[in-house]
């Protein structure tokens, strides 16, 4: 069965740095999605992405963020100049035309 | 926009006891409503989903149900076992907009031998 695939597993980085979370969606799927949880705490929408631009985002997703598919299997959510409350797991989600998202397995990024 | 709220935060029952997890939602073009069943430190995986066509869905010994006039719906797991062990999400969602998932704050069961 295809699953979402997500790098590294566990990302450590000083503040202030940037960091690129990479994900690769299932391959006919056409909707893709960050979502992060913080330590203990429900998941939260960060953006939703079709047809290569952003479809919606939430108001943590800000001018700090920013989401690519670089090519045609990629999908990557850049965050620059990293701060301590970035820290959490990061899941990107994928589906194909209604319904059920596919989550990939998560990246844990802590920021120092 | 979307507001989820989940009850309870956590739920011990025995094992072979029934364990029920209730959720409201606000935004009444909310249409799809899964539930994911999360593991310690694995990815959030679909258990059921049922959409706003249709009040009850079942798969062997979980359902689902739905009161769209109320804008709440249940999770409903039968005969527990101890590898229910988890943490599950309600989600709303709306498949005529791009679909992101608004989740509920998650409820912890633990099912005791």
């Known amino acids: 069965e295809p699953e979402v695939t997500q790098t590294p597993s566990h990302q450590v980085t000083q503040m202030g740095q940037e960091v690129i979370l990479r994900c690769v969606p299932i391959?006919?799927?056409?909707?893709f999605y960050w979502y992060r949880q913080i330590l203990g705490q429900k998941v939260e929408f960060l953006v939703s992405?079709?047809?290569?631009?952003?479809?919606?985002k939430s108001e943590i997703f800000d001018d700090q963020f920013s989401v690519e598919r670089p090519d045609g299997s990629n999908f990557t959510l850049k965050i620059r100049s990293t701060k301590l409350e970035d820290s959490a797991m990061y899941f990107c989600?994928?589906?194909?035309?209604?319904?059920?998202?596919?989550f990939g397995p998560g990246t844990r990024l802590t920021v120092l | 926009g979307e507001n989820v709220e989940q009850h309870p935060s956590t739920l011990s029952v025995q094992e072979g006891d029934s364990a029920v997890i209730k959720c409201t939602y606000s935004?009444?073009?909310?249409?799809?409503f899964p539930w994911y069943k999360q593991e310690l430190g694995k990815r959030p995986q679909l258990i059921i989903d049922?959409?706003?066509?249709?009040g009850e869905k079942k798969d062997q010994r979980i359902a689902v149900t739905l009161n769209k006039t109320a804008k709440h719906f249940s999770l409903h797991i039968t005969e527990t076992q101890p590898e229910d062990s988890a943490v599950y999400f309600c989600?709303?969602?709306?498949?005529?907009?791009?679909?992101?998932?608004?989740f509920g704050a998650g409820t912890q069961v633990v099912v005791t031998p």
């Open positions: 049922i959409r706003s066509n249709v």
């Open positions: 992405f079709y047809n290569n631009e952003i479809s919606e």
């Open positions: 935004d009444s073009a909310s249409n799809y």
């Open positions: 989600a709303a969602s709306s498949t005529d907009s791009w679909g992101k998932f608004q």
């Open positions: 989600a994928s589906r194909a035309t209604r319904g059920e998202q596919f």
């Open positions: 391959s006919n799927h056409l909707y």
